[in-house]
């Protein structure tokens, strides 16, 4: 089992930034993929940002490619998000993911999955 903890959402001006963070407990990660994924009202959850823990090949979405930045820090387990240039549309509550390698932007390719975390982006 992977136990999976997202912090770091919050409110936000349009054109600030966040930094999320995913620390990971349990079994070891070290030969899994981690995903950043979204979830707005209403909408289906969206793929986000994905990482491959040992390589540290990094995929993004479209829509935050040169925005936000997937990282991972190995030495306490965590992986991070940073969003700048938010806008109103990345409203959202952002899930950590874990899983084998896969297809990278698929919520079904991931395993363990975090509580999630809101980022409220005002205009």
């Known amino acids: 089992q992977v136990q999976l903890v997202e912090s770091g959402g919050g409110l936000v001006q349009a054109g600030g930034s966040l930094r999320l963070s995913c620390t990971a407990s349990?079994?070891?990660?070290?030969?899994?993929?981690m995903g950043w994924f979204r979830q707005a009202p209403g909408m289906e959850r969206e793929f986000v940002a994905a990482i491959t823990w040992s390589s540290g090949w990094t995929y993004y979405a479209d829509s935050v490619k040169g925005r936000f930045t997937i990282s991972r820090d190995s030495a306490k387990n965590t992986v991070y998000l940073q969003m700048n240039s938010l806008k109103p549309e990345d409203t959202a509550v952002y899930y950590c993911a874990a899983g084998w390698p896969g297809t990278a932007a698929t919520p079904a390719s991931y395993d363990y999955w975090g509580q999630g975390t809101q980022v409220t982006v005002a205009s």
């Open positions: 349990g079994r070891s990660i070290s030969s899994m993929r």
